[in-house]
């Protein structure tokens, strides 16, 4: 048996300005930082053997948030996100069997990264409404197929998040170990509509809150979502 644990990042900066963000690297505002440490407080007594996040800083600062709550007093790692280079492989080295023992490595995955906004990324939100035409923006955001320009629609984020998951956490979650991803509300949305098996018209109404975690139990092959923490 394992859990899996997904949260959202807390609310960035261009969140608070209402900003589209996609993959600006944003971090989080005062608020958000309060969600991480409020997300943090529910699981302080989980015991995580794994942590993965997207390449942005705010769904990286949610996770360093989320762990400095937890009673296990184990240090998150961030692991080279070029591990293939041996100078920068070597140059992390730990030496101490002992601290390294007492670490959680933090997995930086960009296929975990938030929905890629194209031409939106810095416009206010309210603004892109009034130029565009708040149905055409609504579409931009919520449908499951319609990218806004020059960026991906959920189909596409689904087409690098879910293959991920599939490959890299799944098998961890085989072997018994806890995991915390750390991500964005759409690279979310596509991983829980894969793991609820909703539809594409479904996953239109799902909404994913920033700092709040949802848990799944991994046991005999199948991951069930659980009702609370």
């Known amino acids: 048996m394992a859990e899996l644990i997904l949260v959202r990042h807390g609310e960035s900066l261009w969140n608070h300005h209402n900003l589209f963000t996609g993959w600006v690297d944003i971090p989080l505002s005062k608020k958000g930082v309060e969600e991480a440490l409020a997300a943090g407080s529910l699981l302080k007594d989980y015991e995580f053997d794994k942590i993965y996040t997207s390449t942005l800083i705010r769904a990286i600062m949610t996770a360093l948030l989320i762990m400095t709550e937890n009673k296990s ?7 080279p996100l070029h591990q293939e280079d041996e100078r920068i492989r070597n140059w992390a080295r730990i030496y101490s069997d002992k601290a390294a023992a007492n670490t959680i490595p933090i997995i930086r995955a960009w296929q975990l990264n938030e929905r890629y906004y194209g031409e939106l990324q810095g416009l206010n939100k309210d603004e892109t409404k009034a130029r565009y035409g708040e149905e055409q923006v609504r579409l931009w955001r919520r449908s499951y197929d319609v990218p806004p320009p020059g960026g991906e629609a959920l189909v596409h984020t ?3 998040t879910i293959p991920y998951f599939k490959e890299e956490i799944l098998p ?6 806890n995991i915390l991803i ?3 509300g759409n690279s979310l949305r596509s991983i829980v509509m894969y793991l609820d098996g909703l539809t594409k018209e479904e996953v239109l109404s799902l909404e994913i809150k920033t700092g709040d975690p949802l848990r799944y139990r991994y ?7 659980e009702k609370s923490l």
């Open 182 to 184: 750390s991500a964005h």
């Open 172 to 177: 961890q979650l085989s072997s018994g170990h």
């Open 158 to 160: 689904a087409e690098r």
């Open 219 to 225: 046991e005999n092959g199948k991951l069930t979502k």
């Open 73 to 79: 007093r184990k240090v998150p790692l961030l692991l």
